[in-house]
T-cell receptor, first 115, second 112 residues
């Protein structure tokens, strides 16, 4: 069974500092990997996705993530955090299953940005 | 603009009552999903549908029901059998394949 672990429940960074959010997955083959962001009271927005190819993936809002098969990780990074990045971030692993994507979400990391 | 519309945004229900949450998409996506979100638990899959008139149970289907009479619509009914229905409910859709989900803005259900 596929699973996702986000070991950090809550992270606080200063505005302008770099950010790395950790994600480890468990899956038997090459997974589909996603990062989503959720503002309070809103739905989730897709930041980036990895299916195959280049292991460094660029996303929206200046985010990037790197797939490391040997570490079963897909960490999210941003070189300089803005106050508007404060939100909750979810890592997810997916697999095609017939015509449907089976996607499993992590429990989320809440990011606080301080001035 | 294409997207997913969930309504209402806030919903209050008395214990013992059924309530239906609406989800409509104009993205021409084949698959639609319902998730429940509780603090610290991530998203848990309730039901999903790959095509019209067909749907499958997810991980926490007990106390919920769905229908898929049109490609665009996937309403969720929270029945009185659901023991702890207060939660944030998210609807999502996707093409077949692996492009990721598009989410609605959610419905917060509170049982009073």
């Amino acid at each position: 069974a596929q699973s996702v672990t986000q070991p950090d429940i809550h992270i606080t960074v200063s505005e302008g500092a770099s950010l790395e959010l950790r994600c480890n997955y468990s899956y038997g083959a090459t997974p589909y990997l996603f990062w989503y962001v959720q503002s309070p009271g809103q739905g989730l927005q897709l930041l980036l996705k990895y299916f195959s190819g280049d292991t460094l993936v660029q996303g929206i809002k200046g985010f990037e993530a790197e797939f490391k098969r040997s570490q079963s990780s897909f960490n999210l990074r941003k070189p300089s955090v803005h106050w508007s990045d404060a939100a909750e971030y979810f890592c997810a692993v997916g697999s095609p299953s017939g015509g449907y994507q089976k996607v499993t979400f992590g429990t989320g990391t809440k990011l606080q940005v301080i001035p | 603009d294409g997207g997913i519309t969930q309504s209402p945004k806030y919903l209050f229900r008395k214990e013992g009552q059924n309530v239906t949450l609406s989800c409509e998409q104009n993205l021409n996506h084949d698959a639609m999903y319902w998730y429940r979100q509780d603090p610290g638990q991530g998203l848990r899959l309730i039901y999903y549908s790959q095509i019209v008139n067909d749907f499958q149970k997810g991980d926490i289907a007990e106390g919920y029901s769905v229908s898929r009479e049109k490609k665009e619509s996937f309403p969720l009914t929270v029945t009185s059998a659901q023991k702890n229905p207060t939660a944030f409910y998210l609807c999502a859709s996707s093409h077949t394949g692996g492009n990721g989900y598009t989410f609605g803005s959610g419905t917060r259900l509170t049982v009073v």
